[in-house]
């Protein structure tokens, strides 16, 4: 059911549904190599601090075995008491310090670690914000959140502990052969053999476990794109008693994810197990060879520190087998990071693009055609003129391109043939934000964010006074429900407006549109949530807005248009009609064929 294509995969058909996987390349990009050294170069004076403990700390536990080997082969058989208990002194003040620089190398680490995840998730997060309105149109909003949060949480530890510990444990191999050739060469030589044989068998499956790693991320975003579905419309899944077929698919994409983990557990499962059983076949031959190859024998002292540095030169090998699994795993989350941080920004300013002056709202389409898909087109060479204070309303069918107009208008989408021109300057060749700032924008979706109604009226103007929000909301009429909260414009508002009634989540929303005191504004379907007798309050604050300002009204009421100085009825993404509300109807049209719907 949820296997797709892999051309569907990489030409992004569908990548907007939970149950298709994302297309990466499975070779390793040298480019995300290179983004991760860039973000360690951050965090350098931490980790070269943190380097230079180790070092020390490892130096520090392995001189222990000569103090023990002495102790062995020569206090003791000569019952020297002064030289053992010199031994045993140096052995614990060695593990102690070698414990004291370790703990002050681990504090150091985590500092590194939590700088490189705040750096990676800040880029990623502040690239989210410059993304258009397209890339969150063409995928599940779950697919991206996993990203910003799941995904770096797990790499955390790669990037910092074990870039660290790979360093560390690749001196201490050196260190442990210096120490084992010191003491004897033969059995030292026996210790090294099987490095060669357990570096061809990591070579092998390293394709593998990649392979196996990504599709584990592929499942982990199905599935967290489809909860985060599934949550967002709870309620008309409740509506239409689907819980149990949606149990169904939940159940399907978690043993999906399941069998990709395993899989992927099992291939990193052989590097550990082969690891290990290496290890131990070198330990074994160490005392063999030691005790019955070597002439004249090693001593019980000799073959007690071989063993021991036998042990400690696998055990590095063993903990790089583990960090080379953790590495593939980061590696395979990464990917996801920096394929979305190099997404790129299609709606950007224009190199050497001017600061647009003060806004006097002078509206022209000179012939605009636009396409979303790159095949239908949604406006088909649309042209008109929009004067200072006029308040021009868009109508027509659904798909007609009425909101299409506004987006351009907004630059939510680059304009790909044509111009759209304000005060005679073009839009494509102004900053965003200056063009942004004096507009006022209210979309179909009233989308409240966490926080106090107060909190959600001053997105429109950060630096908005009380009385400016309290002045905005008796504008609008909002003022009239928000009195009669126990907590008042204090009062706290869950995700998306919890609690709160559609028409009142639409009045803050206009009362956030209002205090921005825009030079354009843009209603979409402002009052589509707003019952009559609200409505009644608001249009009093509508007409006092528009005064003075170029205003774009998106509607299906009469009410909300009928006053406006111009209408422009859409229809296949060109104006076939336009005048004001007495113009068209006399021409008994299709806006006359509209309005006599909407009396019957």
């Known amino acids: 059911m949820f296997r797709k294509k892999k051309s569907e995969q990489k030409t992004g058909r569908g990548r907007n549904r939970y149950d298709v996987d994302e297309y990466l390349d499975e070779k390793v990009s040298l480019f995300n190599v290179k983004r991760v050294v860039g973000y360690l170069f951050k965090a350098r004076n931490h980790l070269r601090l943190s380097l230079v403990f180790s070092i020390l700390a490892s ?32 052995l614990a003040a060695s593990i102690i310090i ?52 799941p995904y770096v949480n797990s790499v955390s530890d790669a ?30 030589t026996v210790t090294v053999l099987g490095l060669p044989l357990l570096a061809l068998f990591i070579w092998t499956i390293k394709p593998a476990q990649r392979r196996a790693w990504q599709a584990v991320s592929n499942k982990g975003a199905n599935l967290n794109a489809y909860v985060q579905e599934s949550i967002d419309g709870i309620k008309v899944t409740q509506v239409f008693d689907r819980q149990d077929r949606n ?8 043993n999906e994810r399941n069998f990709e983990w395993m899989r992927a557990i099992y291939i990193s499962n052989t590097v550990w197990f082969s690891t290990e059983t290496i290890s131990q076949l070198v330990w074994s031959f160490v005392y063999i060879m030691g005790a019955y190859w070597m002439n004249p024998m090693a001593s019980f002292g000799m073959l007690l520190v071989m063993g021991n540095y036998a042990w400690r030169f696998w055990q590095p090998i063993i903990n790089l087998a583990n960090i080379y699994n953790t590495f593939i795993t980061a590696m395979a989350y990464l990917d996801r990071i920096f394929d979305t941080i190099a997404e790129p920004v299609t709606i950007k300013d224009a190199p050497n693009a001017a600061e ?58 680059n304009i790909e043939e044509g111009q759209v021109l304000i005060d005679g300057q073009d839009i494509m060749k102004v900053t965003i934000s200056s ?45 009239q429900f928000i009195e009669k909260l126990p907590l008042g414009y204090d009062t706290p508002v869950t995700e998306r407006g919890g609690g709160i009634s559609q028409g009142e989540r639409q009045l803050l929303a206009f009362t956030r549109t209002l205090i921005s005191n825009p030079r354009i504004l843009i ?56 005048g004001n509300h007495e113009q068209l109807m006399a021409q008994k049209g299709r806006y006359y064929e509209l309005c006599l719907a909407q009396y019957q």
């Open 98 to 149: 070698s414990v004291a620089l370790s703990a002050i190398r681990n504090i150091l680490v985590a500092r590194a670690g939590a700088g490189i995840i705040h750096d990676i998730r800040y880029d990623l997060f502040a690239h989210l914000q410059k993304l258009s309105f397209s890339f969150y149109d063409s995928r599940p909003h779950g697919k991206i959140f996993v990203r910003v949060v």
């Open 356 to 413: 647009f002056p003060f806004v006097r709202g002078h509206v022209h389409f000179k012939n605009v055609s636009f396409s979303y898909d790159g095949v239908r087109k949604v406006l088909n060479n649309v042209s008109f003129d929009g004067h200072p204070g006029e308040s021009i309303a868009i109508v027509g069918p659904t798909g007609a391109g009425k909101t299409t107009i506004v987006n351009l208008l907004s630059r939510f989408y």
């Open 435 to 479: 063009l942004r700032s004096q507009m006022g924008i209210m979309l179909q979706d009233s989308f409240l964010f966490t926080g106090t109604i107060a909190d959600n009226i001053r997105y429109g103007k950060l630096d908005a006074t009380d009385e400016e929000i309290r002045a905005a909301a008796k504008l609008i009429g909002a003022d």
């Open 247 to 254: 149990l169904g698919i939940m159940n399907t994409l978690t």
């Open 159 to 188: 990037l910092s502990n074990g870039i660290i510990n790979f360093v560390i444990e690749v001196l201490n191999i050196f260190f442990i052969i210096f120490f084992m050739y010191k003491v004897d060469p033969h059995l030292a």
């Open 59 to 90: 130096v520090a536990s392995l001189v222990g075995p000569l103090f023990v080997q002495r102790a062995l082969d020569e206090a003791v058989p000569n019952k020297d008491i002064r030289l053992l208990l010199l031994m045993a002194t140096y």
């Open 523 to 578: 209603l979409d379907e402002a009052t589509s949530s707003i019952d009559t007798g609200t409505e009644q309050l608001v249009q009093q604050g509508i007409q006092t807005l528009m005064k003075g300002r170029t205003s774009f009204i998106i509607a299906h009421r009469l009410s909300t248009i009928r006053n406006c100085t111009r209408i422009m009825f859409i229809k296949d993404g060109e104006i076939v009609e336009c």
